[in-house]
C-alpha cells in the first residue's frame, strides 16, 4: 500500500505520545521502520512552546562564571537571572532527542519544563501536508521567477528575430532541455515571455490544453502552511492570527496597493507598489522590520494569513532576514512569525482585510487607476479610514486601540508610516480626500459602473 491513511497517522501519533520506539510502532502499523522514521521526518512542526522559560536554554549554563552586582555590593551569578538575551557568549542548547528516533517531543517526559525549542508530530497537520504535496505534484512545472527571465533573456531576442521556439531550446540545453514543445509554445501564449504568439513564424490557432501556468518564487510555498494546518497550530499553542495580508489592484499593468490588518486592533496599512512581486513584498516586511523593531514586528505578525497570491509566495524570506546582506548574503535569522495561507477563492477565512477592503473602495473608487497617487496620499487615507470608529470595538477606533495596546512604540511607528490621528468629526471616507483630479476618475468610474457612460471597449455593438 503506497499511500498513508489518517487513521495510520493518528496511530503513529498515539503510539509515539506513549512513548514507544521507531521499531515497534512500524511493527504495529505493519510498516518498514524507515516509513515511520521518514514520516516523522518530514512531518514533524516546530513550536515554541515553553521556549527560554529558564536559563537552561544555554548550552553553557551548567559550566557559566560570569557574575554581576546586585545593587547591594552582592556578587551573584549572572546566569541565575534571565541573562540569555543579551549575554555575549550565550550558545543555544539543542534536544539530543530530536536528532535521533523519534525526531519529536511526543511522549518526552520532561517536555513541560524543557526550555528548548521543540517538534511535534501531529496526526492531521501530516496528513494535510500530504495532500498538499500530492495536489503540488499533479499541477505540472512551476518555473521561478529568476529561472523564467532568464529563459526570456535567452528566448524572446531570437523568437523575434524569427527563430522558432525549438531552435532556441537546441541551442540552450542547460535552461529548455527538461521542458517540452507544448510546454514553451503555451508559455508564450499565456504571455509569460515578452516575446508573443505573433512573433512565432508558423503560429497555430489551435486551443491550448493546459492552464495558464503559476510563476512562484517557491513553488512548495504552501506546503505545512495551510488553513488546516495553521488551525491545528494555534489551537495546539492557543494562539491566534495576528495580521491579514491581501492586494488591491487599480488597473491591469497598474501600480497596487498591499494591505495588512492587524486583527487585535483592525488597523490597516497599505504600501503603493508598482509591481506585484514576492520581491516586493519582501522589501515591504524589511522596511517594517526596521521601523518597529523586533518586539513589536513580532507582536504585530507572529502569526499571518494570506491568500495564493504569487506576491506572497517566499514565505521564508518573510519569516527571515539577512543580517549582514553585504558580506554574507546567504545568512538567515528567524524573526519569528508564521505565515500560513488561505484557502484559494475563500475569502471568508480572512474576514478582516476584505470589510478593510469595502471600506477601502470608499476612498479608492473599484476602476481608478494608482498610478497617479503616491505613498503620502495613501498614508492619508489610512489615517481617515484608522480614525473612523467601529461598533466592533465598542465604537472606538482602531487607531486608538492599536497604540493602547503597544504603547508609544506603537504610536512612534505609525507616525514613521505617516499615519495620524483624525479628530472624529474630520473623518473623510471619501474620494475627493485625494484631490480632484482622482475626484474626477472615482466619478467616472462609479458612472461606468452603473452603465451611464461607455468606454469604447465596452460599447455595445449595434
Not at 508609544?408 to 475627493?432: C, D, S, Y
Request: glycine share 6%; with cysteine.
Amino acid at each position: 500500500m503506497k499511500h498513508m491513511p489518517i487513521d495510520i497517522r493518528d496511530r503513529i501519533e498515539f503510539l509515539i505520545g506513549c512513548g514507544r520506539n521507531v521499531p515497534t510502532v512500524a511493527k504495529d502499523i505493519g510498516r518498514a521502520p524507515s516509513t515511520v522514521r521518514n514520516e516523522l521526518l518530514n512531518h514533524r512542526i516546530g513550536s515554541d512552546k515553553g521556549y527560554g522559560r529558564s536559563n537552561r536554554l544555554c548550552a553553557r549554563f551548567d559550566e557559566c562564571a560570569m557574575t554581576i552586582f546586585d545593587g547591594f555590593g552582592n556578587r551573584k551569578r549572572k546566569c541565575q537571572t534571565k541573562c540569555f538575551k543579551t549575554c555575549p557568549d550565550f550558545l543555544e542548547d539543542s534536544c539530543p532527542r530530536l536528532a535521533r528516533p523519534p525526531f519529536v517531543c511526543n511522549g518526552c517526559a520532561k517536555e513541560r519544563e524543557c526550555p528548548l525549542k521543540k517538534k511535534y508530530y501531529i496526526a492531521s497537520v501530516a496528513q494535510t501536508e500530504y495532500e498538499s504535496e500530492l495536489s503540488l505534484s499533479r499541477t505540472g512545472v512551476h518555473p521561478d521567477e529568476e529561472t523564467i527571465a532568464k529563459m526570456n533573456k535567452a528566448l524572446s531576442p531570437c523568437v523575434k528575430n524569427g527563430q522558432s521556439p525549438m531552435a532556441v531550446k537546441a541551442a540552450n540545453p542547460g535552461l529548455f532541455g527538461k521542458y517540452s514543445k507544448s510546454t514553451l509554445y503555451g508559455w508564450i501564449a499565456d504571455g509569460l515571455f515578452s516575446a508573443k504568439k505573433h512573433d512565432l513564424p508558423f503560429s497555430g490557432t489551435r486551443r491550448k490544453p493546459h492552464k495558464k501556468p503559476v510563476t512562484k518564487t517557491n513553488a512548495k510555498c504552501r506546503i505545512g502552511r495551510t488553513i488546516k494546518e495553521m488551525w491545528e497550530h494555534l489551537k495546539l499553542f492557543g494562539k491566534k492570527v495576528t495580521c491579514e495580508l491581501d492586494t488591491v489592484i487599480g488597473s491591469i499593468s497598474g501600480k497596487v496597493l498591499f494591505t495588512m490588518i492587524f486583527t487585535d486592533s483592525e488597523l490597516s496599512l497599505a504600501f503603493l507598489r508598482d509591481q506585484k512581486t514576492s520581491q516586493t513584498c519582501t522589501r515591504i516586511f524589511n522596511m517594517l522590520w526596521t521601523l518597529a523593531g523586533p518586539d513589536l514586528f513580532l507582536a504585530l505578525f507572529e502569526h499571518t494569513l494570506t491568500d495564493n497570491g504569487v506576491e506572497f509566495s517566499d514565505p521564508v524570506m518573510i519569516e527571515n532576514y539577512r543580517p549582514d546582506p553585504e558580506h554574507n548574503p546567504t545568512k538567515l535569522l528567524p524573526r519569528g512569525i508564521h505565515v500560513w495561507y488561505a484557502d484559494p477563492y475563500c475569502s471568508s477565512q480572512k474576514p478582516h482585510i476584505e470589510r478593510f477592503h469595502n471600506e477601502l473602495r470608499r476612498i479608492l473608487q473599484k476602476g481608478t487607476s494608482f498610478d497617479p497617487l503616491t505613498q503620502e496620499q495613501i498614508a492619508l487615507a489610512l489615517s481617515h479610514l484608522n480614525s473612523y470608529p467601529r461598533e466592533s470595538l465598542g465604537w472606538r477606533t482602531p487607531y486608538d486601540v492599536f497604540v493602547d495596546r503597544h504603547g508609544e512604540e506603537g504610536k512612534e511607528f505609525l507616525a514613521k508610516l505617516g499615519i495620524v490621528r483624525i479628530p472624529a468629526n474630520q473623518v473623510t471616507l471619501h474620494p475627493f480626500l485625494l484631490g480632484s483630479k482622482y475626484q474626477k476618475a472615482a466619478d467616472k468610474a462609479i458612472l461606468r459602473k452603473n452603465g451611464v457612460i461607455t468606454t469604447p471597449m465596452t460599447e455595445p455593438q449595434k
